[in-house]
T-cell receptor
Framework: QKEVEQDPGPLSVPEGAIVSLNCTYSNSAFQYFMWYRQYSRKGPELLMYTYSSGNKEDGRFTAQVDKSSKYISLFIRDSQPSDSATYLCAMIADGSGTYKYIFGTGTRLKVLA | NAGVMQNPRHLVRRRGQEARLRCSPM?????VYWYRQLPEEGLKFMVY????????ESGMPKERFSAEFPKEGPSILRIQQVVRGDSAAYFC??????????????FGSGTRLTVV
């Protein structure tokens, strides 16, 4: 079993839809949670990061962490065609050094105009 | 302020050749991290370096791979005697301190290595 599971998609939604992207994980030591966006042939771009449980909002993006369920989510409101990309979740375990990210495989999102 | 710079963007090598990938960290950053992204897989940690020191190379294959970050110049990821399975995108990131990862660090655009 992988430490971090992420549905590869693709996920296709119409423009303006609310998008929900999710990751599950098995290691209860994970404390830091990040979401990256990666356009084709580009490097990952940091969208959100959170520590421990709770919600964090930034513009159209909301990140949620539910440590009791070992489940994290990224919500995108009013989705735009420019949001079409692969979304990667990443996590760090306390005590492992805050540099060794464990990534999900990424979910490909297509927002249709 | 330029971001993390990687070159070359694309690199084609024949089996058995050597590949050298370069990473110049953001200005003022002295910590560099290398990750590899295989097709249809997430990024996987390879190595963490500070200037002139390897801090953690637990993700590096035991043979043919090496990394350095000299006092002057970019960090280099070196792959000797490349094989087809080395074909991947290699990304580096940098931070001003070793705890920079907790805030989410910035990746370069990557080097796409193709072994033919």
């Amino acid at each position: 079993q992988k430490e971090v599971e992420q549905d590869p998609g693709p996920l296709s939604v119409p423009e303006g839809a609310i998008v929900s992207l999710n990751c599950t994980y098995s290691n209860s030591a994970f404390q830091y949670f990040m979401w990256y966006r990666q356009y084709s042939r580009k490097g990952p771009e940091l969208l959100m990061y959170t520590y421990s449980s709770g919600n964090k909002e930034d513009g159209r993006f909301t990140a949620q962490v539910d440590k009791s369920s070992k489940y994290i989510s990224l919500f995108i409101r009013d989705s735009q065609p420019s949001d079409s990309a692969t979304y990667l979740c990443a996590m760090i375990a306390d005590g492992s050094g805050t540099y060794k990210y464990i990534f999900g495989t990424g979910t490909r999102l297509k927002v249709l105009a | 302020n330029a971001g993390v710079m990687q070159n070359p963007r694309h690199l084609v090598r024949r089996r058995g050749q050597e590949a050298r990938l370069r990473c110049s960290p953001m200005k003022g950053h002295s910590h560099v991290y290398w990750y590899r992204q295989l097709p249809e897989e997430g990024l996987k940690f390879m190595v963490y370096l500070q200037k002139e020191n390897i801090i953690d190379e637990s993700g590096m294959p035991k043979e043919r791979f090496s990394a350095e970050f000299p006092k002057e110049g970019p960090s280099i990821l070196r792959i000797q005697q490349v094989v087809r399975g080395d074909s991947a995108a290699y990304f580096c990131a940098s931070s001003p301190s070793g705890t920079g990862g907790a805030d989410g660090y910035t990746f370069g655009s990557g080097t796409r290595l193709t072994v033919v």
